[in-house]
């Protein structure tokens, strides 16, 4: 089952914060993070395991708690360059497969 | 940027016609993937390889079929086209290890009149 993205869209300012959340109904061994940008091919960010710690990607941050089956990706002090659709796609037991996200659409305006 | 190549880039068919589309690689990575994006679903999984002639379903895979007969090339064919598998399809590829990463290709623009 696709995990839920929220939320489906955020505008921005720079400078601004955003928190993009991911949720999956089933047990979590990863969490994957790319971002799109239009006409383009996904771009690979960062990957959170099971068991392991906050990723960074310059201001770009993630969490996973496995309990709840969540992951959240943070903005931080947003730059017009982080425009783009953002997906979350998880990894359950099964390995070597990802089920993405809806998706989030991020804008930062100048 | 990982070697990945889609062809062909666009392509513009009509119902009931087959299609195949190509994705080639020069990373000599074992797992290949394809998916398709449409509007609201984001990314979909279709079919997946984890090594020469292994290949498994995705969660959208009716409709399609794939083929792997050297580790470079992933093949793609819609045997008879629809207008419902009108969509951008990206090819993906892995190293398949702990803690992999997908490398994604540019995508094929498909429309099927």
């Known amino acids: 089952q696709q995990p839920v993205q929220s939320p489906q869209a955020v505008i921005l300012r720079e400078g601004e914060d955003a928190v993009i959340n991911c949720s999956s109904s089933k047990a979590l061994y990863s969490v994957h993070w790319y971002r799109q940008k239009h006409g383009e091919a996904p771009v690979f960010l960062m990957i959170l395991l099971k068991g392991g710690e906050q990723k960074g990607h310059d201001k770009i941050s993630a969490s996973f708690n496995e309990k709840k089956q969540q992951s959240s990706l943070y903005l931080t002090a947003s730059q017009l360059s982080y425009s783009g659709t953002y997906f979350c796609g998880t990894e359950g037991a099964a390995g070597n497969k990802l089920t993405f996200g809806g998706g989030t659409r991020v804008l930062v305006k100048p | 940027d990982a070697g990945i190549t889609q062809s062909p880039r666009h392509k513009v068919t009509e119902t009931g016609t087959p299609v195949t589309l190509r994705c080639h690689q020069t990373e000599n990575h074992r797992y290949m993937y394809w998916y398709r994006q449409d509007p609201g679903h984001g990314l979909r999984l279709i079919h997946y390889?984890?090594?020469?002639?292994?290949?498994d379903k995705g969660e959208v895979s009716d409709g399609y079929s794939v083929s792997r007969s050297k580790t470079e090339d992933f093949l793609l064919t819609l045997e008879s086209a629809t207008s419902s598998q009108t969509s951008v399809y990206f090819c993906a590829i892995s190293e398949g290890q702990e803690g992999f990463r997908q490398f994604f290709g540019p995508g094929t623009r498909l429309t099927v009149l």
């Open positions: 390889s984890y090594g020469v002639k292994d290949t």
